[in-house]
């Protein structure tokens, strides 16, 4: 069978088989898997494909098959997760990870980036620079930078906001806020 035959033949006997095995397991969408994965592996015997007196007959049989397959392999695994069914709760991330993506979110991209790779995929400085294609230098600078970014952001929320007397009282000209008539 040539691919145009096969195309045709596909086009035509989709459908039908599609209606076909819908009628016999009872889940249309799964039926449409079947049949289109049994349409695959027909396609790699195309060429002995005429040969078979009924291709039609073939895909049916292989999408049915394919159908028990999937339906034996949904059991098994709900027969494993009935005997160990799974932890009611997953704990959520704690206030320090939820602290740290929050203060990650703040550095600008190229920190971030290295800060990342360096300490949490456990990259060298050299490894980052490869693989950001930045010089070793440029890599350290925003290694430095990122971490005194993170911190001084990390810092503050352990503080908490209006935790009084600190740096950022200081509005950059030696005076406070209040000194200066300006409130924040």
Sequence with gaps: MTEDEFDAFYASAFPRLVGQLYALIGDHGEAQDVVQEAFVRAWDRRQSFLADEAPEAWIRTVAL???VSRWRRARRWLDLV???PPADRVAGPGPEHTALVQALRTLPEAQRTAVVLHHLCDLSVEQVASETGSPVGTVKARLSRGRAALAAQLSAERDGPGSGGG???????????KESGRVR
């Design 65 to 67: 098959r394919l159908a």
């Design 82 to 84: 009935r005997k160990n």
């Design 167 to 177: 740096a950022g009282d200081d509005d950059g000209d030696g005076q406070s806020a």
